[in-house]
T-cell receptor, first 114, second 114 residues
C-alpha cells in the first residue's frame, strides 16, 4: 500500500498570500488529521476530517481551514499568511473507526513565509 | 486535561541502551504510542501499548507502562547511529463523539555517539 502523500514538499510564500496544501491518505483510510510542527511548540493539532466532515478542531485562527473530498483526499488552506505560519505541516491518516487506529504520517510540507 | 511531557534531549554511546521517558496526565488514555522522526521526514510509528498492559517488547524496543504514575518509557537496546532521531510519545483519548484524540509530547532528541 502506498503511504500518506503530501504535496508539495516545500513552499515559499510571502506575507499576506494564501496557500493550499494537499494530502492523499492511505487507501481505505477515511480520517485525515493535520498538524503544525514548529521547533518551539512541537506538534499542534489543527483539525481532523472524517467522511468529508470536520470532526475535531484545534485552537487555530479561522485563517486555517480544511476540507475533505469524497475520495478522502484532504486539503488545508491558510489565508493571509503571517511569518509565524512558517512550519512543517503534517498530515496523518487512520481508518478512523476504532479506538486503536494509529496515525500514519506523510513526510510533510515545509512552508516558509517571508 | 491532557498533557504529555518528555525530556528534550538524550545522548548515548553506540551499543548502549537508551531509555526515553514520558509522562501523561489523563488516566483515561486508551492507547499510548511512540513515534520516530528523522530529519526532513514525517513521524514513523514505532510501537504502541494498550493501557491495560504493563510491558510490550518488539525486537530491540521495550515499552513499559506504569499506569499508577502515568509514566511511559521506551527502551532501545543496542542503540545504533541510525536510531538518532526525535522520539515522540503520544496518548490517545476517546473524544465525546467516540473518535480518538491524539496528544503528542514535544519530542526527545536522541543523539547516538559512535
Amino acid at each position: 500500500k502506498a503511504g500518506v502523500t503530501q504535496t508539495p514538499r516545500y513552499l515559499i510564500k510571502t506575507r499576506g498570500q494564501q496557500v493550499t496544501l494537499s494530502c492523499s491518505p492511505i487507501s481505505g483510510h477515511r480520517s485525515v488529521s493535520w498538524y503544525q510542527q514548529t521547533p518551539g511548540q512541537g506538534l499542534q493539532f489543527l483539525f481532523e476530517y472524517f467522511s468529508e466532515t470536520q470532526r475535531n478542531k484545534g485552537n487555530f485562527p479561522g485563517r486555517f481551514s480544511g476540507r475533505q473530498f469524497s475520495n478522502s483526499r484532504s486539503e488545508m488552506n491558510v489565508s493571509t499568511l503571517e511569518l509565524g505560519d512558517s512550519a512543517l505541516y503534517l498530515c496523518a491518516s487512520t481508518q478512523g473507526v476504532s479506538y486503536n487506529s494509529p496515525l500514519h504520517f506523510g513526510n510533510g510540507t515545509r512552508l516558509t513565509v517571508t | 486535561g491532557e498533557d504529555v511531557e518528555q525530556s528534550l534531549f538524550l545522548s548515548v554511546r553506540e551499543g548502549d541502551s537508551s531509555v526515553i521517558n514520558c509522562t501523561y496526565t489523563d488516566s483515561s488514555s486508551t492507547y499510548l504510542y511512540w513515534y520516530k522522526q528523522e530529519p526532513g521526514a514525517g513521524l514513523q510509528l514505532l510501537t504502541y501499548i494498550f493501557s491495560n498492559m504493563d510491558m510490550k517488547q518488539d525486537q530491540r524496543l521495550t515499552v513499559l507502562l506504569n499506569k499508577k504514575d502515568k509514566h511511559l518509557s521506551l527502551r532501545i537496546a543496542d542503540t545504533q547511529t541510525g536510531d538518532s532521531a526525535i522520539y515522540f510519545c503520544a496518548e490517545t483519548l476517546v473524544g465525546s463523539g467516540g473518535y480518538q484524540k491524539v496528544t503528542f509530547g514535544i519530542g526527545t532528541k536522541l543523539q547516538v555517539i559512535p
